[in-house]
T-cell receptor
Framework: SQQGEEDPQALSIQEGENATMNCSYK?????LQWYRQNSGRGLVHLIL?????REKHSGRLRVTLDTSKKSSSLLITASRAADTASYFC????????FGQGTELSVKP | DAGVIQSPRHEVTEMGQEVTLRCKPI?????LFWYRQTMMRGLELLIY????????DSGMPEDRFSAKMPNASFSTLKIQPSEPRDSAVYFC????????????FGPGTRLTVT
């Protein structure tokens, strides 16, 4: 499969805790992107990390990329109930290929 | 910027009817994508356009589906005739590049075929 595969499929945590989601892929990449989808909404682009970058931050989000292991992780620190959503990684292969997503539930 | 605009937001139709979904991409974006999302199959790319030209329609399920982009600010996805298995949320997205950079999604059209 060319798509990214997220792990875990579902994650339930308490507000204030950190959430970590992982994405593995099988081919070489130019960049890797993370998206969030709230229930009933379209996907929203969160962050793009290029193949020559190892780590990138955006607010409470931290993304790492290990091209040798063909994996990426998304860390959400100090989670909030509003972070409850599905999170997808996507890799460009002429078009974006999305994984199946991780469903994150943050309980207040 | 209003973002990607899709209409209608909800569509309920009977099997056999024609359905047309509409999309207005973000001004200045030259790539447009149509996706379908279901619980069973996840998010599937149906077709994408670059500079109004269809580049990859390998995801279009069958001849009942067709998509057009007559100009840079408008695209349609048509299903004729519709079937219950077409029930899904259909998203349109646009990008300033053919697929290597971030895509901006519309709110989706929830289609129910009875």
């Amino acid at each position: 499969s060319q798509q990214g595969e997220e792990d875990p499929q579902a994650l339930s945590i308490q507000e204030g805790e950190n959430a970590t989601m992982n994405c593995s892929y099988k081919t070489s990449i130019n960049n890797l992107q993370w998206y969030r989808q709230n229930s009933g909404r379209g996907l929203v682009h969160l962050i793009l990390i290029r193949s020559n970058e190892r780590e990138k931050h955006s607010g409470r989000l931290r993304v790492t990329l290990d091209t040798s292991k063909k994996s990426s992780s998304l860390l959400i620190t100090a989670s909030r109930a509003a972070d409850t959503a599905s999170y997808f990684c996507a890799i460009p292969r002429g078009k974006l290929i999305f994984g199946q997503g991780t469903e994150l539930s943050v309980k207040p | 910027d209003a973002g990607v605009i899709q209409s209608p937001r909800h569509e309920v139709t009977e099997m056999g009817q024609e359905v047309t979904l509409r999309c207005k991409p973000i001004s200045g974006h030259n790539s447009l994508f149509w996706y379908r999302q279901t619980m069973m199959r996840g998010l599937e790319l149906l077709i994408y356009f670059n500079n109004n030209v269809p580049i990859d329609d390998s995801g279009m399920p069958e001849d009942r589906f067709s998509a057009k982009m007559p100009n840079a600010s408008f695209s349609t996805l048509k299903i004729q005739p519709s079937e219950p298995r077409d029930s899904a949320v259909y998203f349109c997205a646009s990008s300033s590049d053919s697929g290597y950079y971030e895509q901006y999604f519309g709110p989706g059209t929830r289609l129910t075929v009875t």
